[in-house]
């Protein structure tokens, strides 16, 4: 069975991330989704908040489930016996960032695993967590950027 880790920080899940996360479930046996608890950034929702959110957007999808780690992706990767980590590309200042990432981590991996790159779908592109999250704090519309279950989220966190 080929199981693939997309990681990402996903603070609040947006529509792009399900992009992603649908196209790669056709292709993959099994997708997990995995919440990064970064201790140095401060998030909006908690890791156990964020992994709601996913489970909600993605009960459709049989074939993907959520997990949380910390620290290194590389060790999480190798513990885990991933052999695919997907990351998401909206823009060339993306790429950029990705590469030298994907290179790093890949020599971190030692050989267990690969980085594949999806492209974000150029109407979704506009789409980031930072960007949902200022919006919706300035009291804007953020409904056609994230999934039900995390506008409920961003509702109750800023009290609309």
């Known amino acids: 069975m080929r199981k693939v880790l997309y990681p990402g920080s996903f603070d609040p899940v947006t529509n792009g991330h399900l992009d992603i996360i649908r196209r790669a479930s056709r292709q993959f046996d099994h997708i997990v989704v995995g919440v990064v608890g970064n201790p140095n950034k401060r998030s909006l929702f908690t890791p156990m908040e964020r992994m709601e959110m996913i489970r909600r957007a993605t ?3 049989p074939n993907v489930s959520v997990d949380a780690f910390e620290g290194l992706l590389a060790d999480y ?3 885990e016996g991933f052999t695919t980590v997907i990351r998401s590309l909206r ?3 993306d790429f950029n960032a990705e ?3 994907a290179q790093a981590n890949g020599m971190l991996y030692g050989g267990q695993a690969d980085t594949l790159f999806f492209m974000t779908r150029g109407e979704l592109s506009y789409i980031s967590s930072s960007t949902v999250k200022e919006i919706k704090s300035l009291g804007g519309d953020v409904s056609e950027m994230v999934p039900p279950a995390a506008l409920e989220y961003l509702e109750r966190k800023f009290n609309v």
Do not use: C, G, N, W
Request: net charge neutral; aromatic share 0%; proline share 0%.
């Open 77 to 79: 990767v190798r513990s």
């Open 91 to 93: 823009s060339t200042s």
């Open 99 to 101: 590469i030298a990432a």
């Open 59 to 61: 009960a459709d999808l």
